[in-house]
Nanobody
Framework: VQLQAYGGGLVQPGGYLRLSCAAS????????MNWYRQAPGKQRDLVGT???????DYADSVKGRFTISRDDTKNAAYLQMNYLKPEDTAAYYC??????????????WGQGTLVTVSS
């Protein structure tokens, strides 16, 4: 199973971006879909998560500005980021918990997509 994340780029403060992450391969089910981010020189932190039941949870720093959604028909997750701030600048990674062809649950990571918020 592979994850492909895309949608990053350069945006001005107050702007918006929508990140996407799609899984490919033999997939029987996807449990949680998560978004993480890692700023230069800092640890990777959880931005938010969406369960297979559609329940979402967010880091305090992004609550009210970011929204996670999922489309299980496409094995995809999305991160809508509004009112972006310079401190949101980071590489964003998707992470899915996937039931694959070996009928085992595995955590799979995408390659990361860079978001830069700057004027």
């Amino acid at each position: 199973v592979q994850l492909q994340a895309y949608g990053g780029g350069l945006v001005q403060p107050g702007g918006y971006l929508r990140l996407s992450c799609a899984a490919s391969g033999t997939i029987f089910s996807i449990n949680a879909m998560n978004w993480y981010r890692q700023a230069p020189g800092k640890q990777r932190d959880l931005v938010g998560t969406i369960t297979d039941a559609g329940r979402t949870d967010y880091a305090d720093s992004v609550k009210g500005r970011f929204t996670i959604s999922r489309d299980d028909t496409k094995n995809a997750a999305y991160l809508q980021m509004n009112y972006l701030k310079p401190e949101d600048t980071a590489a964003y990674y998707c992470n899915f918990r996937v039931l694959g062809r070996l009928l085992q649950w595995n955590d799979v990571w995408g390659q990361g997509t860079l978001v830069t918020v700057s004027s």
